[in-house]
């Protein structure tokens, strides 16, 4: 699960008490909800079958795979569905063979998801391994799956835009300018990362 309500106010109030503008925007928007994932097969698979595609039609597809491989999903019932079975359930025969390449990674053994090093990078590059999973969706999985306290999605454009709106900057920074400024933030920037996307739906006239 994710990082908890708990210590994410104890993470934003530090952040706050250290940087004016984001307890300027806490002042604002206040104290975001957790956002946690389930551990393990079935929240990297669903990563898979969500890329690229609305959250409706991402949703639909969940339905129809989990209705042929169970749910939640088994990976061996994955390995052994057909092509055509993968694609009435509106997987594109790229998104099926990075199903299948994660599934065979759970049953050999080669990803266990109760024993990920505990480094956050060495984690990152562990998933990362998987055909169809980036460096973004890795870390997404950390953060909302494992709710590690230090993970930052630098590469996520709300992030980075909504980071640059907090601080004052002038333009949106890039990623790299994003990680670079991002230091100052640390070990707290997965709760940083969670109010970003809290802000960035937060209106003030509302």
């Known amino acids: 699960m994710g990082i908890g309500a708990q210590d994410l106010k104890a993470s934003l109030d530090a952040l706050a008490a250290a940087h004016p503008p984001i307890a300027a925007a806490l002042a604002r928007a206040g104290y975001p909800e957790p956002r946690t994932s389930p551990r393990g097969y079935q929240t990297l698979l669903r990563a898979i079958v969500g890329q690229q595609v609305s959250v409706a039609a991402a949703a639909s597809m969940w339905t129809k795979l989990t209705a042929l491989v169970g749910d939640p999903p088994d990976p061996a019932a994955l390995l052994a569905a057909s092509d055509e079975t993968l694609r009435a359930a509106g997987l594109s025969r790229m998104k099926a063979g990075y199903a299948r390449s994660l599934a065979e990674e759970v049953l050999s053994g080669r990803l266990d998801f109760d024993a990920l090093p505990a480094d956050d990078e060495e984690a990152i590059a562990l998933l990362t391994r998987v055909k169809g999973i980036?460096?973004?969706?890795?870390?997404?999985?950390?953060?909302?799956?494992?709710?590690?306290?230090?993970?930052?999605?630098?590469?996520?454009?709300?992030?980075?835009?909504?980071?640059?709106?907090?601080?004052?900057?002038?333009?949106?920074?890039?990623?790299?300018?994003?990680?670079?400024?991002?230091?100052?933030?640390?070990?707290?920037?997965?709760?940083?990362?969670?109010f970003t996307w809290h802000h960035r739906r937060f209106d003030p006239g509302v």
């Open 134 to 194: 980036g460096r973004w969706t890795a870390e997404i999985y950390l953060l909302f799956a494992e709710g590690r306290p230090d993970i930052w999605p630098a590469g996520d454009l709300a992030v980075q835009i909504e980071a640059g709106v907090i601080m004052g900057l002038p333009e949106r920074p890039s990623e790299r300018q994003l990680r670079a400024l991002s230091e100052a933030w640390r070990p707290h920037r997965g709760a940083m990362a969670v």
